[in-house]
């Protein structure tokens, strides 16, 4: 099935052909659907602190930054605005000329209010001789939708949403990026500087690190801090390869393999590769402007330090099994798996081995808020491959669609998961752990594309909060909404939050 030229072609890319075999044998036989316990909640998997709890853990976040642990803020960062501007793209190829459907009229009403309109309006006069007032008066919609848009015009759709002016400062309009350079010095920041990490696309780079460069010195005064901001691209080498429906080779027209990039799982390598004890990890389009931050600086602090204070039991526990636990001692640990770390042993007996390795191993607090009715995953009580039941994130394709007991847990659970993570990677020795062992290889799954007008099937490898930190110690902790403000269309930018 696999040529000399396939291999060579695979060698290239830094994977074994043993990989390729696993992938295509995966096409055959498809994911396994998830075994559900629970949907989590209050009480029974998530927590939700006092405000006397909270102010605690504010307390160990700065006791434990105080130590001059390194942290880092990971954000991934390299997801083209593509499908932000969906609704525009489609009014600027429509076979009418005004704006018609709600989404149109929306943004053409409220355009001044986007941080980027004096950006798009330098941009008219230049290219159309006419200001965006000049233009819409002129009933020339679709040229301002264009020169947003195109490549000779601002080409918002296709640079990184990250590079795009989301919100209006006295100063100037800020990126996502340079909020999240902001945040990095307001919560992340240890013994006066902030780590930040960025995971970019191969051709975007060079621009991010010319927007960082311009910027990040103008943060670091204002905050008192000096910045170390780094940046990673996804490896080749965690591409997958493409398949056709009948599960062979998917093939481009000169009988080259086709890859695909194995979706945002693929970034456990990156994040492995980040020298920290504590990392937080947070997506490039969740900020807000100054205004707001006051909210979500203090939840990262609450969820950081709900982090160090189970991991440090966690570490005083793994001290006591060296020496030798007595019984006693053995019942306390075994309480605190369960109880704290929310992860169950199948059967009644607990062994010192079951205790070390699930005290032994990476730890995540996660943020979750309360459903609102947004797309996406959830948090869940779920069987893992070893029979225990523990906490996990969990998409809506991992899920048997056919099972209406799992089906009502999905669509009836109380909260959603906004990607707020608070990742502690070392273990008790003060080693960095090597996270791909902690993968759940089972929990990919298999999506349809096209190429060329050809079907495919595409794999995407176990996402990086899903399946990629399957075994790892999950802690839920509910956030407010207020901390949660995606922008997922150009008109989430219109939002009060966004303003």
């Not at 001789?129 to 296709?158: D, F």
């Not at 240890?190 to 460069?213: C, I, L, P, R, Y």
């Amino acid at each position: 099935m696999l040529s000399e030229n396939d291999l060579k072609q695979i060698a290239q890319r830094g994977i074994s052909e043993e990989k390729i075999k696993t992938q295509l044998h995966q096409f055959e036989t498809g994911f396994p659907f998830l075994k559900l316990e629970a949907a989590a909640a209050v009480g029974n998997g998530i927590i939700a602190p006092t405000d006397e709890q909270r102010k605690q853990y504010v307390n160990a976040w700065e006791a434990y930054k105080a130590e001059g642990k390194r942290v880092v803020k990971f954000v991934p960062a390299s997801g083209a605005a593509s499908r932000m501007f969906k609704n525009m793209f489609a009014f600027v190829d429509a076979d009418y000329d005004v704006p018609t459907t709600d989404f149109e009229k929306k943004y053409f009403a409220d355009i001044e209010k986007f941080a980027f309109y004096d950006a798009l309006d330098a941009i008219c006069k230049k290219n159309e001789g006419k200001s965006i007032k000049e233009l819409i008066a002129s009933k020339n919609y679709k040229a301002v939708a264009a020169n947003m848009l195109r490549p000779e015009g601002l080409n918002y759709g296709q640079l990184p949403k990250g590079m795009l002016l989301f919100h209006k400062y006295a100063e100037g309009a800020r990126t996502p990026m340079e909020e999240h350079l902001v945040e990095g010095a307001l919560y992340a920041a240890s013994k006066g500087e902030a780590h930040v990490h960025f995971t970019v696309s191969h051709e975007h780079m060079d621009f991010f690190k010319a927007k960082v460069a311009e910027k990040a010195d103008g943060f670091a005064q204002k905050y008192g801090i000096n910045y170390d901001i780094t940046f990673s691209e996804q490896k080749p080498s965690t591409d997958t390869i493409a398949a056709n429906p009948d599960n062979t080779p998917f093939r481009e027209a000169d009988g080259s393999l086709l890859f695909r990039p194995g979706g945002h799982g693929a970034l456990i390598e990156n994040l492995n590769e980040i020298d920290a004890d504590v990392i937080f990890i947070k997506n490039i389009d969740n900020v807000v402007p100054d205004r707001l931050k006051l909210e979500t600086t203090e939840w990262k602090q609450i969820i950081a330090g709900v982090l160090v204070t189970l991991q440090q039991k966690a570490f005083d526990y793994l001290h006591i099994l060296d020496q030798g636990a007595t019984e006693s001692q053995l019942k306390e640990i075994a309480q605190f798996v369960e109880q704290s770390l929310c992860t169950a042993p199948k059967g009644n007996k607990v062994d010192v081995n079951y205790l070390r390795n699930k005290l032994n191993r990476p730890m995540r607090v996660c943020g979750v808020v309360k459903n609102v009715g947004e797309p996406g995953g959830g948090p869940f009580l779920t069987y893992n491959q070893d029979g225990t039941v523990s906490l996990q994130i969990l998409e809506s394709s991992q899920i048997d669609t056919n099972n209406q007991e799992y089906m009502k847990m999905f669509t009836q659970g109380t909260h959603f998961n906004p990607v707020d993570l608070v990742c502690a990677v070392r273990d008790y020795k003060g080693q960095p752990f090597d996270l791909p062992k902690f993968v759940d290889k089972t929990t990919g799954f298999i999506s349809s594309k096209s190429k060329g007008g050809k079907e495919l099937k595409a794999l995407e490898l176990p996402g990086l909060w899903n399946g990629a930190m399957s075994n790892w110690s999950t802690i839920f902790v509910e956030v407010p909404l207020g901390t949660f403000n995606p922008v997922k269309t150009v008109n989430d930018l219109l939002r009060e939050q966004h303003q």
